[in-house]
Nanobody
Framework: QVQLVESGGGLVQPGGSLRLSCAAS????????MGWYRQAPGKQRELVAT???????NYAVSVKGRFTISRDSAKNTVYLQMNSLRPEDTAVYYC????????????WGQGTQVTVSS
């Protein structure tokens, strides 16, 4: 079993920045990659950014150039640096971890709220 705990969300003004953290614990050896997803009110969950076990990254077009995903393997933690935040970035952000051997059954965190408003 793997547990994912997100932190770092909150209220920020447009143009501001936040850094989200996702700490993984448990059977870390079973993780083959991690990422961030988000879900805004009334919308389905969407991909924000991912990072593979090899360090490759990819981003949603809407956040490319503004958000950066990174990891600290020693701390079993993944980060999402969010700059130039916009009101449309408002959502619950969820950490995701891929499972070795079970690619269609990833682990999910509980989510952290990000609100971008003046």
């Amino acid at each position: 079993q793997v547990q994912l705990v997100e932190s770092g969300g909150g209220l920020v003004q447009p143009g501001g920045s936040l850094r989200l953290s996702c700490a993984a614990s448990g059977s870390i050896f079973s993780i083959n990659g991690m990422g961030w997803y988000r879900q805004a009110p009334g919308k389905q969950r969407e991909l924000v950014a991912t990072i593979t076990s090899g360090g490759s990254t990819n981003y949603a077009v809407s956040v490319k150039g503004r958000f950066t995903i990174s990891r600290d393997s020693a701390k079993n933690t993944v980060y999402l640096q969010m700059n130039s935040l916009r009101p449309e970035d408002t959502a619950v952000y969820y950490c995701n971890a891929g499972r070795k051997g079970r690619p269609f059954n990833p682990y999910w965190g509980q989510g952290t709220q990000v609100t971008v408003s003046s």
